[in-house]
Each structure stands twice: as C-alpha cells, then as structure tokens.
T-cell receptor, first 123, second 112 residues
C-alpha cells in the first residue's frame, strides 16, 4: 500500500451509466490530483485540488466532474462517457509548500504518491 | 515542441550492462526534476529526485544539464528487475498545486 487508496481497481461501464471513482490518502498531504493515462500517451493532468480548492482544470470535458470534500478524499464522478475515455485513472497526493509555489527538492524526497489506479473501460 | 520529451525506446539491455537515456524539457524556468518508474499496469513510483549537482542512488545516477535543458538517468549493472518504463517529470517554477509535467516514458527491457 502506498498511502493512497483508489477504488474500484477495475470498472466497466456503459455510455449511459453514472459511476464515481474514489481516492483516499492517509499521508496528511494537502494537494490531490487526478491523472489520466491512455495507452502509449503521457500522463495527462485532469484536475488539481490544493487545500480542497480546485486550482487547475485542464480543459477536461464536463462528463468528468471532480469533488474534494476534504483534504483526504477525492472523487471523480463520471457520466455519459465515451469509449475513448477508457484509460487508467490515477489519483495522486503531495505536500505543497505554501508560499513557495512549486515544491523545492532540497535533499528531501518530495514528489507525488500515486494510488494504484482505476482501469476504466467504457463499452 | 512537447514540454517534456523522452525517447520511448524500448532500450534492450543485457543483464549487467549499463544503460543511459535522456529527457529534454522546453521550459527553461523549470525548477524541479524527478525520475519515476512505472511497471506494467502499475502506478508510477518516485525513483529519485534530480539535483543540479547530479546525484546517485545505488546503481542509479541522475544528472541535470540546465544549459541544454535535459536530465539523464544512468543505470549501472542492470538487473532483470530494472525492466520498467522510466518517466521524466518536470515542475515549472512557482506552479500552483505542484503541477508535475510527465514525459511519455522510456521503456527499458533488461534481458538475461
């Protein structure tokens, strides 16, 4: 276990279904993220939450709707998805150093901690 | 030009050999750099940070060349377990929410 738990691990849904992906982090981090990883493509950032406030939304279609009720939980609500949305959806968390913007790696092992992902297939 | 570019490979490496590969980035203001490792159908995991002076962690050596805007990873005495995709990660300066930009990954296959 990495400290970031994602459920479900696998999900098959029809295009008219509504489902939600859940992410929980037990690391005391203050930032959480949703990434999409499609076959043969780089990880694509979808949403960023810093201190439970959404700070980034990378032009993601409205059929993906994030929710961050507290600093430990992150959801991705899905509805009327398309087959091309089939991918691995990864949640991550990190500790943002407030007032400095980007994290600073000064001999410390900062970085993201990823969950194991939800492999989504849209049929 | 992509923000972060990597040779996708695969790099076929005999066990015990040394392999090295680079990652180029386009934003000269980038501040922090990392290498992540991703095994097949698993999540990425932080391998090591990359410091300006270069750093080593066992058989792994990371280097940063700011003038030419690339970072490198060298793996010595390759093990079969080193087979994975290595993701280059860059953080632009003063990015809110620690926004990491990932390269597409370099696949390494270590063979007996």
């Amino acid at each position: 276990e990495t400290g970031v738990t994602q459920t479900p691990r696998h999900l098959v849904m029809g295009m008219t279904n509504k489902k939600s992906l859940k992410c929980e982090q037990h690391l005391g981090h203050n930032a959480m993220y949703w990434y999409k990883q499609s076959a043969k493509k780089p990880l694509e950032l979808m949403f960023v939450y810093s201190l439970e406030e959404r700070v980034e939304n990378n032009s993601v279609p409205s059929r993906f709707s994030p929710e961050c009720p507290n600093s430990s939980h992150l959801f991705l609500h899905l509805h009327t998805l398309q087959p091309e949305d089939s991918a691995l959806y990864l949640c991550a968390s990190s500790q943002e150093i407030m007032g400095q913007g980007a994290l600073v790696a000064k001999g410390l092992n900062y970085g993201y901690t990823f969950g194991s992902g939800t492999r989504l297939t849209v049929v | 030009r992509k923000e972060v570019e990597q040779d996708p490979g695969p790099f076929n490496v005999p066990e015990g050999a040394t392999v090295a590969f680079n990652c180029t980035y386009s934003n000269s203001a980038s501040q922090s750099f990392f290498w992540y490792r991703q095994d097949c159908r698993k999540e990425p995991k932080l391998l090591m940070s990359v410091y300006s002076s270069g750093n080593e962690d066992g058989r792994f050596t990371a280097q940063l060349n700011r003038a030419s805007q690339y970072i490198s990873l060298l793996i010595r005495d390759s093990k079969l377990s080193d087979s994975a995709t290595y993701l280059c990660v860059v953080i632009p300066i003063k990015a809110a929410g620690n926004k990491l930009t990932f390269g597409g990954g370099t696949r390494v296959l270590v063979k007996p």
